[in-house]
């Protein structure tokens, strides 16, 4: 995956950029899968993969196939850049070690979902109980945005009729 | 060095984050800005998702003959994520095609210059 | 693409096939990975599928423009429907248990049709967004 999101930095074709994207989120939903979390690699394969790549050659077709040359090096950005990115190292050195099953994550609210959610929702995967039935204002939240996205799609790209033309 | 193999996911994650928000600042030309933020965006995911696995557990979902389950709720929590990312990136990239339509060109400098060529 | 004869064959063989999982992924959500919007977006997928290959306007009277807008926004309604009736039944706003006389299978009920709900809205904005994005010519004419 590292090599792809550098192959996509530098490339200046930009069909060719898509085409890495798509490659990119493949290997991401086999990673997602490798550590467990079928319904997100179901999604992200669907979505990722699917979706975002035909929208991105639809307006790719709408706009134009190459990204011009840049006119100065981008030195202050890449340094920018290094610097989150070692400010973000700092930070990470504290969090647990991988699958520590001693890390607060799995310690407070996960057993109880995990324990009670079959008994409460009869509903065997948890993620979709959790999802529809504990949480469920937060995907109403979800759905609304979709919708907004939507519409605001529309309301963007609608064509309004010309008068007598 | 256990910093470095007990961590592995998050070294991953922090290279995938700082690329991708190294293309966002650093490009100029506005569709590949939105292909950096989506690869930021696929990098939270996995910030998310590897916390959550535990080494000989199973996907969560109940069934007979496993006892430990990776932890849920991330999941839930980055299956919201995922589809909200592709409606803002629809949403971006309408955004982008009307730039295209109304100024002729994504690039950055040249919509600039377009632009304050208006103004002056 | 729809006079190249290899595609058309696989194309009509394939996309049943598509739809079928995409309602099979819908309603055993409960019990394997899936839900609502996995089954939306391979829903909505197949129908981009059978437009690409057969050209956009037999895509468009296959799922007439109309119809994907209303069954977008139908969607939201009817996960926020779910809610009220939560409410007249006696509950709190989408509270499941109260949606049948055994709580448990108040919230089988509950589950099931707001993952329909999310289904619909999320097969219908993907198809939407791509009748935006395929169906509007370069420099903006109307195809």
């Known amino acids: ?165 | 060095m256990s910093a470095f193999a007990g961590h592995y996911a998050y070294w991953i994650t922090i290279f995938l984050m700082v690329a991708g928000m190294y293309i966002l600042i650093a490009r100029g030309n506005l569709l590949k800005k939105l292909i950096g933020l989506a690869l930021l965006q696929t990098s939270v995911y996995l910030l998310y998702i590897a916390p959550a696995k535990l080494i000989g557990g199973s996907a969560p979902i109940i069934a007979g003959g496993f006892s430990t389950y990776s932890n849920p709720l991330p999941h839930v929590l980055i299956l919201t994520a995922i589809v909200v990312g592709v409606a803002t990136l629809a949403l971006g990239l309408a955004l982008v095609v009307r730039i295209r339509e109304t100024y002729g060109s994504i690039e950055e400098d040249e919509i600039l210059a377009l632009d304050s060529a208006d103004d002056g | 693409m729809k006079d190249d004869i290899i595609l058309r064959v696989i194309a009509k063989l394939v996309m049943p096939f598509m739809l079928l999982f995409a309602l099979y992924v819908q309603f055993h959500g409960d019990l394997g990975p899936g839900g609502g919007f996995q089954a939306g977006v391979i829903a909505a997928a197949a129908i981009v599928f059978y437009a690409i290959i057969f050209g956009l306007p037999a895509g468009r009277k296959l799922a007439p423009e109309w119809l994907v807008e209303k069954i977008l926004a139908v969607g939201v309604l009817l996960y926020a429907g779910v809610g009220i009736a939560g409410l007249f039944l006696g509950g709190t706003y989408l509270d499941y248990f109260v949606l049948d006389a055994d709580p448990v299978h108040g919230q089988h009920r509950g589950i099931f049709w707001v993952e329909v709900g999310v289904a619909l809205t999320v097969s219908g904005t993907m198809l939407k967004l791509f009748y935006m994005f395929a169906g509007r010519g370069r420099d903006g004419e109307e195809l």
Do not use: C, W
């Not at chain 1, 959610?117 to 949480?135: D, H, Q």
């Open chain 1, 1 to 165: 995956m590292a090599v792809a999101v550098v192959a996509m930095a530098t490339q200046r074709n930009l069909f060719g950029v898509v085409v890495l994207f798509s490659i990119y989120s493949f290997l991401m939903a086999t990673v997602l899968f490798a550590l467990d979390a079928v319904d997100v690699a179901m999604t992200e394969a669907a979505v990722g993969a699917g979706v975002s790549t035909v929208l991105l050659l639809g307006a790719l077709y709408l706009t134009g196939g190459t990204e011009a040359k840049p006119l100065h090096r981008p030195l202050i950005p890449l340094a920018l850049a290094i610097a989150v990115g070692a400010l973000l190292a700092y930070g990470m050195l504290g969090l647990p070690a991988f699958s520590d099953p001693e890390a607060p994550i799995h310690a407070h609210v996960a057993p109880r979902y995990l324990g009670e959610g079959l008994k409460e929702t009869g509903v065997p995967n948890i993620v979709t109980a959790v999802l529809a039935s504990y949480r469920g204002y937060d995907t109403l939240g979800e759905t609304v945005v979709i919708f907004t996205g939507g519409a605001g799609v529309i309301a963007l790209l609608r064509r309004r009729r010309r008068n007598g033309s």
